[in-house]
């Protein structure tokens, strides 16, 4: 995609996603301008998908940020010193990510979502056709459904897991608070540098001051001046 327009994205979702797998029930995205046009949200509404966007300046809230963490890894790695055709490798780093056992579901993410090991070389088909990992095509197609239920309860068994894990580790070093609606607060101070306004972010507060609106949601609220 030469262009990230809303159109070009439309079109993106439409032909690639929903005419192949179906249409989801929603849509997340981040609080960019192209996810912004009418036509964007026409686009929505025509198939019934809502759209949810993640919180201003909460990047952990969108799990496609920590992949993008994972490929500017790698790409780093592989372009050194050279950085002009960085693009190049984005494809070798996708199947690398592909491929790697991830420490939370303890899986990589082609098994999971495809219910087969990812082959890397042709060589090992006659491998995996002796540990029974893959078989002949009219035995597979009656065995997808029930091994994919498996990796489905695995996966769910590993990410709750996980779950426990961060919880008892954040909950030893965070404790709960809850704002109530009109109640005074302070929040980072995200406004950026301007020469116009003669205005240096160095320089300014790092919180403001600012009331709770609303609440939204867990640990979500809606601020106001």
């Known amino acids: 995609m030469r262009k990230a327009t809303a159109a070009e994205i439309i079109k993106f979702l439409e ?19 192209r996810f912004v046009p009418d036509i964007f949200s026409q686009f929505l509404e025509k198939y019934g998908t809502q759209h949810i966007r993640t919180a201003f300046y909460s990047p952990q809230a969108n799990a496609a940020e920590r992949v993008n963490r994972s490929v500017l890894q790698i790409v780093r790695s592989y372009i050194k010193g050279n950085q002009k055709n960085w693009d190049k490798d984005l494809s070798d ?15 990589t993410p082609y098994h999971a979502v495809v219910g087969m090991p990812m082959i890397q070389h ?7 056709r002796r540990l029974c990992v ?11 459904a029930d091994k994919t239920q498996l990796i489905r309860n695995k996966i769910m ?10 919880k008892k580790t954040n909950n030893t070093r965070s404790r709960e608070v809850n704002f109530q609606i009109g109640q005074v607060v302070y929040r980072r101070n995200f406004k950026q540098s301007s020469q116009v306004e003669n205005y240096n972010a160095k320089l300014a507060p790092k919180q403001v001051k600012c009331v709770v609106l609303k609440i939204i949601g867990n640990s979500m609220y809606e601020l106001g001046d």
């Open 134 to 144: 893959i078989r002949d095509a009219d035995g597979e197609v009656e065995m997808l």
């Open 122 to 128: 042709a060589a090992s088909y006659e491998l995996y």
């Open 93 to 107: 780093a996708a199947f690398a990510l592909r491929c790697a056992v991830h420490s939370v579901i303890n899986d």
């Open 157 to 166: 068994k590993e990410l709750k897991l996980a779950h426990e894990r961060s």
């Open 15 to 33: 032909n690639e996603v929903f005419h192949i797998f179906g249409v989801p029930e929603y849509v997340h995205s981040d609080n960019g301008k």
